[in-house]
């Protein structure tokens, strides 16, 4: 009862003492230290503005200027343009503004500028700067195309510690640098899907590749590179699932990883020795074990002009 009364007593002993004005200054600064801690977003969710057919053609024309058709860039945002619509409506997040970004989240990692490392640790940073103009060029408001933008900024990891290898997560480590956090929903929307992309068998397969075909890794046995190696695939599925920030993105990130671990464990390495068998062994997986249903299926790719 005490306790109850505490409060509103000290407000009234609060408003007795302090002036109109000197009250408003310390509602600013507090408001201020809520927005600081992130206890209130500043930037409001944004409306229920949706994309019309003609702006994902626009979008979509944006994105293939800067990568190669077909290409991994190409399809992995397809896909996660494909995968948003379950996962951004289980988060309340805008799903039109989290499209937007999957198409273009990754646009600038072939064209963009600098040194490749350069180039790959930056492209949240460039692909938010084309998003804007993007979004801004075919007349999207200012909260879309801003939470747009932002979600790609904030799209880079999976960064921070893995406790389990004793070692940082793959951004951190490869980078050595900071990224700015997913804030909005849309954000986290967005982060979630790329993740759960990269845990997929075929994520596996793009890892252990990049790995030894890259002349920034050091040369590795394939088995290094997919399964047991300090940086292999495997640890970079297991960082991924470890930063998932959605409900619905969690529990479809467990049955991934069941999946992929599966097909990981089951490799014979004796038989496997090269990228191509790796690829003939993931398609004969992938045949007779399909995806788990919580990924939505991606239609194939047609030379048409929508996603
Ligand atoms: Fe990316």
């Known amino acids: 009862m005490m306790r109850k009364l505490a409060l509103p007593v000290l ?6 003492l302090l002036g109109r004005r000197t009250r408003r200054a310390i509602a600013l600064v507090m408001g201020g230290l809520l927005v600081a801690l992130g206890y209130v977003a500043l930037r409001p969710a944004p409306p229920g503005e949706k994309l019309t057919p003609k702006e994902r053609e626009r979008i979509y024309a944006a994105l293939l200027k800067h990568v190669e058709r077909g290409g991994p860039n190409h ?30 989240h990754d ?22 700067d ?5 979004l801004s060029e075919i007349g999207k408001s200012e909260t879309f195309t801003e939470t747009a933008s932002e979600a790609v900024r904030e799209h880079m990891g999976p960064c921070g510690f893995n406790w389990s290898y004793l070692s940082r997560r793959f951004m951190s480590k490869f980078c050595d640098r900071k990224f700015p956090k997913p804030s909005s929903a849309e954000a986290k929307v967005l982060y979630d899907i790329d993740m759960l992309d990269l845990m997929t068998v075929d ?30 695939a495997w640890k970079s599925v ?22 992929t671990k599966t097909f ?44």
């Open 203 to 232: 994520g596996v397969v793009k890892v252990a590749e990049l790995r030894q075909k890259n002349p920034e890794f050091e040369k590795e046995p394939l088995e290094a590179s997919v399964r047991s190696g300090p940086d292999s």
């Open 130 to 134: 084309l998003t804007k103009a993007v």
């Open 238 to 259: 297991v960082d991924a699932k470890q930063t998932l920030l959605t409900e619905k993105a969690k529990s479809c990130g467990a049955a991934l990883a069941e999946h």
């Open 75 to 104: 399809l992995h945002s397809r896909r996660l343009y494909h995968y948003a619509p379950p996962f951004a409506e289980a988060a309340g997040a805008n799903v039109h503004v989290v499209q937007a970004a999957a198409l273009l």
């Open 107 to 128: 646009a600038t990692k072939e064209d963009g500028k600098g040194e490749p490392k350069e180039k790959f640790c930056t492209h949240g940073e460039q692909g938010a």
């Open 264 to 307: 990981v464990d089951g490799l014979d390495f004796a038989k496997v020795t090269d990228v191509p068998a790796l690829k003939q062994a993931a398609a004969a997986y992938l045949v007779a074990s399909p995806l788990p249903s919580c990924l939505p299926v991606v239609p194939p790719l047609t030379d048409g002009p929508s996603p």
């Open 11 to 16: 407000a009234a002993v609060a408003r007795a």
